[in-house]
């Protein structure tokens, strides 16, 4: 939407950057066995789901006892995994190469259920029904934003727990994100969430529940009774009463919320986890990578690097755009034989794939300019979908480069 | 391509709302400000539209090269035969803020609740409220006359109104704010603008546009958001395919392409006689890059009968080499305006 650079495709400043660049090793990440966790983050439509899947077939192949936590697989995608529905458990990937001795397991999280299952786990039965029942919950476990992303850091949370409490457990974990607006979603909503299920507004809006009348009055002065007449007033009585009873009941629960994902977020931070970000090659998924990449760095969070996916593949480099489209003009007009219309064919198809790279690649390295430490990786794109293990093997060879 | 649930030409003429959802990068914004532009230069006198972006991305004012959008209503753009469009980036919190002043005059009670977090609660928690909120605004927008007023003879403050909506894995809960809302919020205004606002979406006058690439993902969510909408009485109008690129190859030459029967002997001759130093590398490759087409092709002609199977008119925009800007997107909309003839639907 904003202008292309204006610098020209071939200049000394891209060679000098795209030497810069520093290659995204993903077979060393692969080997480190101090690696535990890999989270895969990025815009939405930028291939995160992919990249994981093949992250994780990759890892197995090499030896690792691997746990892939997918969000929203592609339904081909999923079947490549033999994930048929989406049940929260994860279960053995069926075809992969066990030589190495690595095994695999993979799962589609459901955020409602794992939401129920921490209400389970957290609350006494009678409780935990009562909560499971109230309308305020369900609405918040099936709909907040910023749901889908705590639970998945609590669903990782879960994940390690299992894998350090057995000896044969796993020992990597890789995390697809959820599909948010933004990247940094992914590490600010579960943070949200906790603070608000612990913030002053809500105890505000329990007070009444706990101590009515004039004993509220005296704890939160007279503000609190004009506030909350007037969420009445706007929301309705019952909505009052139903997020009131809702925080009655979870009161047992409370500090767990913002405990957890405090929690979480340091194991994020810890040197065990490793961020991938993953983009495409367009100006808005880069930027946003930048934008992650930027925040990584500012919160001093392990990023191991950038994969840039689906990059044009150009086969015959020796041949500029500019020449294959005069070449292809001049065929034209000699007006050959079926052969001839094939080869200008041919020359046009070739220059609109150079163009298309060059673009891609330019908008790669501008990420690189700006970001010189920051190692890279290009996966070229696939000409299908990805639907068996053996186009995911594809994708994790192309991962790891040449 | 008419369907018992298709849209025709007085369905389109009648609609007021336009929504316009797809999945994340497929181009949403740019098929937003089209089609406002489409509207604002079409059929004769000069049009209003109002073109509104409720994620607070920014992408109108980027798409338009304007400065960021804000939450009063801005001229972004102007077409050849006189209309006009306005911009918004629409704002929950201040949507809810205005709302309160407007039918509470609440002065002190505005500021202690934004203090004790109330607004946070209303405009990011508490399920659905935002959603009221931020179609809420646009349901204003679209009741508004031109002498400021919400009702009398006055014109319409708008003659359409585009929005550019959530990705389509949120469309159908941010467009059932009812079911969501009126479900918790049993009473009280946020309910009964809750309801006012369903009627609007489930009225003719709206229309719910689904952008898409010719991928599997973004496909798969558009045939999944068209039985979502259409179940909960949402009328859905165009598919918008982005990004289209021509055909460079005949299908004779694909055929040949796609199963390596390609003649190289005759092609290299070709290549050497009009001056080209034709290599066997440079021949395979050529070759290998004419089987990489052949089968984006073919995947792309699998994903288009998939969308045909709708019945739903089809809107092909093309790829764009250069990226969008606001030169290229009003050729977008100039396209956008002979194709929505070609399906019967403009002028």
């Keep these: 939407m904003t202008q292309t650079p204006h610098t020209p495709a071939h200049s000394p400043a891209h060679v000098r950057a795209a030497q810069a660049a520093p290659r995204l090793d993903i077979d060393a990440m692969i080997a480190d066995r101090s690696v535990e966790v890999v989270v895969c983050c990025g815009a939405g439509g930028v291939g995160k789901t992919t990249t994981a899947a093949a992250l994780g077939l990759r890892a197995a192949e090499a030896g690792r006892r691997v746990v892939v936590l997918t969000i929203d697989p592609a339904r081909r995608l999923a079947q490549a995994l033999g994930l048929s529905e989406l049940d929260n458990t994860p279960r053995p990937v069926v075809g992969f190469d066990a030589s190495a001795g690595g095994s695999l397991d993979a799962m589609m999280l459901d955020m409602k259920r794992t939401f129920d299952e921490v209400v389970l786990a957290h609350a006494d039965p009678g409780k935990a029904e009562q909560i499971l029942a109230n309308p305020f919950y369900q609405a918040v476990s099936s709909s907040f934003a910023g749901t889908q992303e705590y639970m998945a850091m609590e669903k990782l949370g879960q994940l390690k727990a299992a894998a350090g409490s057995s000896p044969d457990g796993w020992d990597l974990i890789i995390v697809d994100t959820p599909p948010s607006r933004s990247a940094l979603d992914f590490l600010d909503a579960p943070n949200r969430l906790g603070s608000f299920l612990d913030g002053r507004f809500i105890r505000l809006l329990s007070a009444p529940a706990k101590a009515s009348g004039r004993a509220g009055v005296k704890v939160f002065g007279l503000g609190v009774q004009l506030v909350s007449s007037t969420m009445t007033k706007i929301l309705g009585g019952q909505f009052l009463t139903d997020v009131q009873t809702f925080v009655a009941a979870l009161d047992t629960m409370f500090g767990g919320f913002r405990e957890r994902a405090d929690e979480t977020y340091r194991l994020l931070s810890r040197a065990g986890t490793s961020f991938l970000v993953v983009a495409a090659p367009e100006r808005d998924a880069l930027r946003e990578a930048s934008y992650f990449v930027d925040r990584l760095q500012a919160d001093r969070m392990p990023l191991s690097g950038l994969v840039v996916n689906r990059m044009g593949r150009v086969s015959a480099g020796a041949l500029t755009p500019s020449r294959a489209l005069a070449v292809a003009e001049a065929l034209e007009d000699r007006g050959g034989p079926k052969s001839a219309e094939n080869a200008a064919g041919l020359l046009r198809l070739h220059a609109a794939v150079v163009t298309i790279a060059q673009r891609q690649r330019e908008l790669a390295e501008r990420f690189s300019r700006s970001h010189p430490d920051v190692p890279v990786v290009q996966v070229p794109a696939l000409n299908r979908d990805v639907h068996d293990l053996e186009s995911l093997r594809e994708v994790g060879n192309a991962l790891a480069g040449p | 391509m008419t369907d018992a649930h298709a849209i025709g030409a007085p369905e389109w003429q009648r609609a007021r709302l336009h929504v316009v959802t797809g999945k994340g990068g497929t181009g949403k914004t740019t098929a937003a400000s089209a089609l406002a532009l489409a509207l604002a230069s079409g059929s004769g006198t000069p049009r209003r539209v109002l073109l509104a972006e409720v994620e607070g991305r920014q992408g109108i004012s980027q798409t338009f090269d304007v400065p960021p959008l804000g939450t009063d209503e801005t001229r972004i753009a102007r077409t050849s035969s006189g209309g006009e469009i306005l911009g918004l980036s629409v704002d929950a919190k201040a949507a809810l803020l205005e709302y309160l002043q407007l039918f509470y005059k609440l002065g002190r009670a505005g500021k202690l609740l934004e203090k004790f977090g109330a607004i946070d609660f209303a405009t990011t928690i508490a399920p659905g409220v935002r959603d009221v909120l931020l179609i809420g605004r646009l349901y204003e927008a679209n009741r508004r006359r031109r002498d400021g007023r919400h009702r009398g003879a006055s014109p319409a403050a708008y003659d359409a109104i ?101 003649h190289k002997p005759s092609i290299s001759s070709q290549l050497a006689d009009a001056g080209v130093t034709a290599t066997p590398e440079l021949v395979d490759g050529l070759l290998e890059e004419a089987y990489d087409h052949a089968h984006r092709v073919d995947l792309e002609t699998e994903q288009l009968a998939l969308l045909e199977e709708t019945g739903l008119p089809l809107v092909i925009l093309p790829a764009l080499p250069e990226g969008v800007d606001s030169g290229s997107v009003r050729e977008l909309a100039d396209i956008l305006l002979d194709e929505l003839e070609e399906v019967g639907l403009a002028r």
């Design chain 2, 162 to 262: 585009v929005m550019d909506a959530p990705p389509t894995g949120r469309i159908g809960r941010f467009l059932s704010v009812n079911s969501e809302v009126a479900d918790l919020a049993r009473v009280g205004p946020i309910h009964s603008q809750a309801e006012s606002i369903t009627d609007l979406l489930e009225s003719e006058q709206t229309l719910v546009h689904i952008v898409t690439l010719l991928e599997e993902m973004p496909v798969q969510e558009t045939l999944e958001a068209v039985r979502e909408l259409r179940s909960k009485d949402l009328r859905v109008g165009l598919i918008f395919v982005n990004m289209v690129r021509d055909p460079l190859l005949d299908d004779v030459a694909l055929e040949q392409a796609r199963t390596g029967r390609l």
